[in-house]
């Protein structure tokens, strides 16, 4: 598995490593470039990728699992890096697929599939406009190569899609924090969170209970992780994902004046006093802008986090300590989300 801040490296850097190569790349906030800045920019690389993995639009099948397109979409599946330098990303399934493709038409007016594969004898999604993206027919066996599942019984369709515009990783530290979420009032923060299906539930609940952006600070795994795309359900693609540092987010703080939360066990802290969550302490805050972070299962909130945050924890009627992080964290944005 790899984390966010390993995932993306700037382009004078070899991205031949297999996903789980333990090379020491540089660390993320130092090597990483904002996805549009001249040193890495997004439509020399996009241009490029489409010069150098392109599918000729003539091309209606593929039957071979050792077609070079289809290397090239293993590795988009693999490897974060060459995600993210590609701009461009694998998500699998029917439903994630109709639900991004809509959503974003709706948006837009514009498809955001690069291509569909489709496996033999399959019928395409009806919501999707088989005229506007490029449709290729392809064998079980090529399924199962890009997808990664040996079962392609319930696979008919996977979609190339851009990563989209909404996702963003800022490294300069004086970055205008004003343009990172465009209505911050609610933001979920999440601190090392490397797990791939805890991230995308947690990517799907805020997505759900409408909060306005997901941030995602050093040690968290990649959003567009095939695994974190399953679990999201094409969530990632309809919520502001932002990655930064602490930096970053105390930007968010003092210019929005925003309360800080961190979801921690009831017991366990002995710097500061834990809180409660409970309906008079949401409709407290109803009005109030807030950021809720919270941390990994193993080695919970960082440091930092547990200074800079009012600790809250879930009462419990059982005996166990802490729950889930996703099973937290839809618990605390469903009780925190604004306009219930």
Same mark, same amino acid.
């Given at each position: ?178 343009? #990172?979420?465009? &209505?911050?009032? *609610?933001?979920?923060? !999440?601190?090392? @969170?490397?797990?791939? /299906?805890?991230?995308?539930? =947690? ?97 919970? #909130?960082?440091? &930092?986090?547990? *200074?800079?945050?009012? !600790?809250?924890? @879930?009462?419990?009627? /059982?005996?166990?300590?802490? =729950? ?17």
């Amino acid at each position: 598995m790899q984390c966010l801040n390993k995932f993306f490296i700037s382009a004078s850097i070899s991205h031949t490593n297999p996903p789980n190569s333990q090379a020491k790349n540089p660390a993320f906030h130092a090597s990483c470039r904002i996805r549009h800045e001249t040193t890495c920019d997004e439509g020399v690389r996009e241009n490029a990728s489409k010069k150098a993995f392109s599918l000729p639009p003539n091309v209606k099948s593929i039957i071979s699992t050792s077609n070079p397109f289809v290397k090239h979409c293993v590795k988009l599946r693999q490897s974060s890096s060459y995600r993210h330098l590609h701009g461009m990303v694998l998500v699998v399934g029917n439903t994630p697929v109709r639900e991004i493709y809509s959503s974003h038409m709706s948006e837009s007016g514009k498809p955001i599939i690069e291509c569909l594969f489709v496996v033999d004898n399959c019928s395409i999604p009806e919501e999707i406009d088989y005229k506007a993206v490029h449709i290729v027919e392809v064998t079980p066996e090529v399924i199962r190569k890009i997808s990664g599942i040996q079962s392609v019984d319930s696979v008919e369709v996977i979609a190339l899609m851009r990563i989209p515009s909404s996702f963003r990783i800022v490294n300069k530290l004086d970055e205008d924090c004003r343009t #990172l979420f465009p &209505f911050p009032h *609610r933001i979920l923060v !999440l601190d090392g @969170i490397q797990d791939p /299906g805890n991230l995308g539930t =947690l990517v799907r609940s805020a997505t759900a209970f409408r909060w306005d952006g997901v941030f995602l600070l050093p040690g968290c795994c990649d959003p567009f992780n095939d695994k974190a795309l399953r679990a999201c359900r094409g969530a990632s693609f309809q919520i502001p994902i932002v990655s930064g540092s602490w930096e970053h987010v105390g930007d968010l703080r003092d210019e929005f004046q925003m309360r800080m939360l961190a979801g921690h066990p009831a017991k366990g802290d002995d710097l500061k006093p834990v809180m409660k969550l409970s309906k008079d302490l949401a409709e407290s805050m109803e009005g109030l802008p807030l950021c809720l972070v919270l941390g990994s299962e193993g080695a919970g #909130l960082s440091q &930092f986090s547990r *200074r800079a945050c009012e !600790l809250v924890s @879930i009462p419990m009627a /059982g005996e166990f300590e802490s =729950l889930n992080v996703s099973v937290a964290g839809g618990i605390f944005m469903y009780m925190l989300q604004h306009d219930k």
